[in-house]
């Protein structure tokens, strides 16, 4: 397992969470955190657990492997997609809706290409045709 980076994801979900237009004390509330808990990771002083990441995910609207990966819980590999599936979960200009639809037609571009997706959504290497 990769070590714990606290400061860039510190920044990351500061990032995240401009981007979402969110205060920190309107994303601690909507995460289930409390305001200083969330302000010492923001600042990089507090290592939150992966369920407290997931709970922060969910309220931002990006996938909890993206915080994974920026936090070290997961190691990123190349060809995944997590960062676009990201970037468009947590863009506050498109409805809940437009986003499913944009993932469903980068998941059909994917399959059409030869890629098959996993379980969590990560791309996997070319699949030959029987």
Do not use: C, W
Request: charge should be negative; proline fraction near 4%.
């Amino acid at each position: 397992m990769a070590s714990l980076n606290v400061g860039s994801l510190g920044e990351y979900i500061r990032e995240q969470r401009r981007s979402a237009q969110y205060s920190l004390r309107q994303l601690a509330e909507v995460a289930g955190v409390s305001n200083p808990y969330l302000s010492q990771i923001e600042r990089g002083l507090r290592k939150p657990s992966a369920e407290i990441l997931q709970q922060i995910a969910k309220a931002l609207r990006i996938s909890a492997e993206t915080l994974y990966v920026q936090a070290g819980i997961l190691e990123e590999r190349p060809g995944e997609g997590l960062e676009l599936r990201a970037s468009i979960l947590a863009d506050p200009f498109i409805s809940e809706q437009q986003k499913h639809a944009l993932l469903a037609v980068y998941e059909a571009f994917l399959k059409e290409n030869g890629l098959k997706e996993g379980a969590h959504g990560e791309t996997r290497a070319p699949v030959a045709d029987d």
